[in-house]
């Protein structure tokens, strides 16, 4: 099974996220862009795990103890790729509690077995992977995100699978997990 840890978000936020997508859409040549409903915040990549493994993630998110908190995407930005075009992202303000959530997932998986990457965490949500946009590529001015920032409130967190389904990348909720207030 391949799995990672993300934060799902609800419609109202998901159509901001979709609107700035197809912004990018609509400024580029070509790409293939995340579907509306893949649309996530990945806080740890776990990769191909046996299912008999899923129980210890499960009990693993169990211990996270985090209250909800808001998100604030407000930049754009584009990690560059040498053939085939750039993959797209949106970036949040830095978060304590996010940062929180994030070290103690990886920390605790990573006692447990499991392989984490130790490469710093960088929040982001991919809008589109091999996107090649008209002109110079400067689309967004300054990087920063035109009008309001995109706010979402995080009130848990999801295990997810990543499989292909008749040929389209599909994620599939396993498991929540709901962050409480003290």
């Given at each position: 099974?391949?799995?990672?840890?993300?934060?799902?978000?609800?419609?109202?936020?998901k159509?901001?996220?979709?609107?700035v997508?197809e912004?990018?859409?609509?400024?580029?040549?070509?790409?293939?862009?995340?579907r509306?409903?893949?649309?996530?915040?990945?806080?740890?990549?776990?990769?191909?795990v046996?299912?008999?493994?899923?129980g210890?993630?499960?009990?693993?998110?169990e211990?996270?103890?985090e209250?909800?908190f808001?998100?604030?995407?407000?930049?754009?930005?584009c990690f560059?790729r040498?053939?085939?075009?750039d993959?797209?992202?949106?970036?949040?303000?830095?978060?304590?509690?996010?940062a929180?959530?994030?070290r103690q997932?990886s920390?605790?998986?990573?006692?447990?077995?499991f392989k984490?990457?130790?490469?710093?965490?960088?929040?982001?949500?991919?809008?589109?992977?091999?996107?090649?946009?008209?002109?110079?590529?400067?689309?967004?001015?300054?990087g920063?995100l035109?009008?309001?920032?995109?706010k979402?409130e995080?009130?848990?967190?999801?295990?997810?699978l990543?499989?292909?389904?008749n040929?389209?990348?599909?994620?599939?909720?396993?498991?929540?997990?709901?962050?409480?207030?003290?």
């Amino acid at each position: 099974m391949r799995l990672f840890i993300a934060i799902n978000f609800d419609e109202t936020v998901k159509q901001r996220l979709i609107e700035v997508r197809e912004e990018l859409r609509a400024n580029s040549r070509s790409g293939n862009f995340t579907r509306d409903e893949n649309l996530h915040l990945t806080l740890v990549f776990l990769g191909e795990v046996p299912g008999s493994q899923v129980g210890v993630i499960e009990n693993i998110m169990e211990e996270i103890e985090e209250e909800p908190f808001e998100l604030k995407f407000d930049k754009l930005g584009c990690f560059k790729r040498d053939q085939g075009g750039d993959l797209w992202w949106i970036g949040c303000e830095k978060s304590k509690a996010l940062a929180a959530v994030q070290r103690q997932l990886s920390d605790s998986l990573r006692k447990a077995g499991f392989k984490i990457e130790k490469r710093a965490f960088k929040p982001h949500l991919t809008l589109g992977r091999e996107v090649v946009v008209h002109g110079s590529g400067k689309i967004f001015g300054s990087g920063s995100l035109e009008g309001d920032p995109v706010k979402a409130e995080v009130g848990q967190i999801s295990l997810m699978l990543s499989e292909r389904i008749n040929g389209k990348l599909t994620y599939t909720s396993l498991y929540e997990k709901p962050l409480w207030y003290k």
